[in-house]
């Protein structure tokens, strides 16, 4: 089965940095790109940070740019989201997904082909 753990939200203060991790299994994961979504309040999902299977492209919305750093490291079927300079603007919950026929900027602006293809959320808040 397809599995999409993310981790390590939480509590930050603006100006702060945070990093998210996701570890996929039941797929190849190093032909998958991967992605990260988010889920605020009041808001739509959007997708914020997406590579491609091999890490060479990033796809970015135009709120985190210059601010967030989205890479993979595929030995370990794990997919990081590094957020610096944080803001309350961001606070959300964080989505991992993948997608092995996507490239990257399809996937962050349509989420995954399958719904299997999305891991569960972890929270980030940021305070002011």
């Known amino acids: 089965d397809v599995q999409l753990q993310a981790s390590g939200g939480g509590l930050a203060q603006a100006g702060e940095s945070l990093r998210v991790s996701c570890v996929g299994s039941g797929f190849n994961f190093g032909e998958a790109a991967v992605g990260w979504f988010r889920h605020g309040p009041g808001k739509e999902r959007e997708g914020v940070a997406c590579?491609?299977?091999?890490?060479?492209?990033?796809y970015y919305t135009d709120s985190v740019k210059g601010r967030f750093t989205v890479s993979r490291d595929n030995f370990q079927n794990t997919a990081y989201l590094q957020m610096n300079n944080l803001s309350p603007e961001d606070t959300a919950v964080y989505y991992c997904a993948a997608d092995p026929q996507r490239i990257s900027s399809l996937l962050c602006e349509r989420g995954p082909s399958g719904l299997r293809f999305w891991g569960q959320g972890t929270l980030v808040t940021v305070s002011s």
């Open positions: 590579i491609s299977g091999g890490g060479s492209v990033a």
